[in-house]
């Protein structure tokens, strides 16, 4: 089936409710697949497909905002820092290649330091945002059940087509 089947079919047109940063094409791909696996019959059964489908992406969306709320302050002076490691981490490991496997084991160890800092800039991203973090954890719960509500209700109107 394809795209502008659905949406002649009945279906919403996703451009008037996909934020920017989603793809209309993804969603019609995923639209389809649902489509093909829950057999809606009919425009009820569509709209509830569409609904199901509809937190599926909220979900997704939530643990986006979520994982953005997370990262590392990303300020142009921290980009500039990170530029600055990424070449230098370059460098350390071309330097590397030619040395010997002891020296490998020292540059794991630098890995691990790395990470401990990464961590650390998680931890502080997660206190200073945990206010909307918890926000966006208490909207993925609501999507989730919501998700979970649609679906039974199609398959209760499946059941009672039969």
Do not use: W
Not at 22 to 46: F, I, K, M, T, W
Not at 108 to 127: F, L, M, N
């Amino acid at each position: 089936m394809q795209t502008s089947d659905i949406t002649v079919a009945g279906f919403s047109d996703p451009r008037r409710f996909l934020p920017e940063d989603e793809s209309v094409a993804d969603y019609g791909q995923l639209l389809e697949s649902y489509v093909a696996n829950l057999a809606p019959a009919d425009a009820l059964e569509r709209r509830q497909v569409e609904l199901i489908l509809r937190c599926d992406l909220d979900v997704d969306r939530q643990h986006r905002m979520i994982r953005e709320r997370l990262r590392p302050d990303a300020s142009p002076a921290q980009k500039s820092v990170d530029m600055i490691s990424g070449l230098r981490a370059l460098h350390r490991d071309a330097v590397a290649q030619g040395e010997s496997a002891k020296s490998a084991k020292v540059r794991q160890g630098q890995v691990q330091v790395d990470s401990a800092r990464t961590t650390a800039k998680i931890s502080e991203a997660y206190a200073s945002n945990r206010l909307s973090i918890e926000l966006h954890q208490r909207e993925l719960q609501q999507s989730s059940r919501r998700r979970c509500q649609e679906i039974n209700l199609l398959f209760k109107m499946q059941d009672r087509r039969r």
